[in-house]
DNA sequence: ATAGACCCTAGACCTAGGTCCAGGGTCAAG
DNA sequence: CTTGACCCTGGACCTAGGTCTAGGGTCTAT
């Protein structure tokens, strides 16, 4: 056995079978060796790079983020501050994420307060301040 | 004149045209009158209609919230309540987002701060973190 | 009367990250 | 030898919220 099937890849990686195709076309993964019959084969390490690509997407990395960083791996002119500097890009735009869903919660708990817990819907704070007036701020 | 063009209604509520029309084919706002040359007339409160759309997406609903919302504000028998749960239930998802976008951050920044400025990249914590040996929690 | 600005419809296209399907080949077990 | 589990490709489909195009009709000003 030269490599792995793609079905014992999935497998082991925890992902569909179309999934390590879709990879391969986006090229996050290389493309492996075929055999005979056109089957791919794939090295043993295959599993560990879906693995990082899936451990890197929980940390809010894209497919096409996760490319670079895996190409920064393999760079050889590439530095430890490198992907330091993509990490912490990705804080910054993580934290613009988190205050713009702050703002919003502030803004609903705001409205949802002034709210009477059983007023006619005419009389509702949230309509009014969604139905024109003025910007919920 | 019995009512407003589309692209009146879209200038004056900062949408494209295409989006009114989207909106209606998703019901977010009313079918409007046609005139004899089926162009759409609209009734001057889309304007605000559409507005009151914009700001509920600008704090997170959904269109198809949205709609509820306005249904809501048409019902006979919905009281503010129902609104005001309507918007704690997307405080909560909100918070939901929130946190998983915190432990994002919170992982991304404690792996970087163990990153060497200027070492090669194959001692990088980061790739290591993310190339196996266990869970960046 | 004709240019340019509007309006109409149906349907394609876009992002992101896949998933699923049709139609066909391959391989191992019984 | 047949059955079932795999594998292959190309392309369609999905969500959400639109945007754009083609091909046509209408309206207003010059
Ligand atoms: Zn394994
Ligand atoms: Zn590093
Ligand atoms: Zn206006
Ligand atoms: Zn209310």
């Known amino acids: 056995m ?6 014992k890849v999935a497998e082991h990686a925890g992902v569909n079978v179309d999934t390590l195709r879709y990879y ?16 791919r084969l794939y090295p043993e390490d295959t599993i560990r790079r879906v693995r990082f ?9 894209s497919l096409a983020e996760i490319k670079e960083l895996l190409e920064l791996r393999v760079s050889k002119n590439a530095s430890c501050a490198n992907v330091r500097d993509q990490a912490l890009a990705k804080v910054d735009s993580l934290n613009e994420k988190i205050r713009s869903l ?13 709210c ?21 701020r």
């Open 102 to 114: 702050q703002s919003m919660r502030r803004a609903l708990v705001k409205l949802a307060n002034e």
């Open 24 to 39: 391969e076309r986006q090229d996050v993964i290389g493309k492996p060796l075929r055999n005979g019959s056109n089957y």
């Open 53 to 61: 690509v899936k451990r890197a997407q929980e940390l809010g990395f």
């Open 116 to 136: 009477s817990d059983d007023g006619p819907v005419g009389d509702c704070p949230i309509l009014d301040a969604l139905d024109e007036k003025g910007r919920v």
């Open 2 to 7: 030269v490599g792995l099937t793609i079905g």
